[in-house]
């Protein structure tokens, strides 16, 4: 069934996978890590009450109460519950899991991404800052290297929810605490991808570009660089150019995509209006293995791009959670 649960995996086939998943966890109910793997899979699947079923049922073992085991899984296990509450709109109940947890997890900074986003759902925006404040202030080993994202994180939730003032200040400060780092020739691709990404959420839109085209012009087959090229193009007004790069990313055919070039043709189909062939898109890249999750933590509801399809009764019924 493990087995079986990789090969699914491999090809994208996510329903599949959590079907092997979920017999592999009624074979061996006391295996915590089938647990710790459910609920995972519902928060990705968009199945936050099955993920809750599982969390109310199980009790976690000693062992993944320390902040020592590996990998840190105790903390990931209920960030994933935080988020399965965040799903269902229930913030209040996102923020006290996350700070239940942290209590057992002082040092484990990556659930401060948790608490920003539940602040942040709340409109608790001094709150956020002083979260912020306090990733920044930690020590490397526990997490100030990604401060950017705890700050992009917090910024893309108050955007969500009409915070404008405090998104732009968060976006903006997500933005000079990139550049603060190493720039040009010293800075590491990933680097450079963070600040065009924060570039990005705080809608400065041709700084964004420029820095696009110069990783695009490294690496021409990247889906993501690839992507942004598009929409950029379609927030600029150049449809044909677009509409160029939407076709481009659907002669994609390599392995692994796991559904990255459709959702991309899908968040630029919404920013021309085009909310049918959006939607659409949207159910083919689930399809192929793209998840309601990815994996830097960002829900597709989050996305920017796909503001157009807020009011449109097809993505909100798409967005619903489905168990």
């Known amino acids: 069934l493990f087995m079986d649960r990789l090969k699914a995996l491999s090809q994208g086939k996510n329903e599949e996978a959590r079907r092997a998943l979920l017999q592999m966890e009624k074979i061996a109910p006391h295996e915590f890590a089938y647990k710790f793997l459910a609920v995972a899979d519902g928060v990705a699947l968009n199945k936050p009450r ?11 073992p000693p062992a993944w109460l320390k902040t020592d085991h590996g990998r840190n899984l105790g903390t ?6 935080s988020m399965a509450y965040y799903l269902l709109g229930n913030h209040k109940k996102d923020l006290d899991v996350v700070r239940r947890a942290r209590k057992s997890f002082p040092e484990a900074a990556g659930l401060l991404f948790n608490e920003a986003r539940a602040l942040s759902a709340l409109g608790k925006i001094e709150e956020v800052k002083k979260v912020v404040d306090e990733n920044l202030l930690s020590s490397p080993s526990t997490g100030a290297a990604a401060a950017g994202r705890v700050m992009l994180t917090a910024a893309r939730e108050l955007r969500l929810r009409g915070h404008r003032e405090a998104f732009k200040q968060m976006a903006g400060r997500a933005v000079e605490w990139c550049r ?8 590491s691709e990933n680097q450079r991808h963070e600040l065009a990404q924060a570039l990005y959420m705080a809608e ?3 700084e964004a570009g420029m820095l696009i085209e110069k990783l695009r012009s490294e690496r021409p087959g990247d889906i993501d660089y690839l992507g942004y090229g598009g929409a950029l193009a379609a927030r ?3 449809k044909e150019e677009a509409l160029r790069i939407s076709e481009e990313l659907k002669k994609i055919d390599r392995p692994y995509t796991f559904g990255a070039p459709t959702y991309w043709r899908a968040r630029i189909a919404a920013l021309l209006g ?6 659409e898109l949207l159910r083919r890249s689930l399809a192929q293995g793209h998840y309601y999750l990815n994996a830097t933590g960002i829900f597709i509801i989050q996305e920017a791009d796909l503001d157009p399809l807020r009011d449109y009764a097809p993505f909100k019924e798409l967005m619903k959670p489905r168990g």
Not at 50 to 60: G, N, P, V
């Open 180 to 187: 603060e780092r190493p720039a040009g020739k010293e800075a």
């Open 50 to 60: 099955l993920s809750l079923e599982i969390f109310e049922k199980a009790e976690a």
């Open 204 to 206: 400065r839109w041709e």
């Open 236 to 238: 600029r007004g150049d």
């Open 76 to 81: 990931r296990y209920f960030a994933y519950v």
């Open 274 to 279: 085009m909310k049918e062939e959006a939607v």
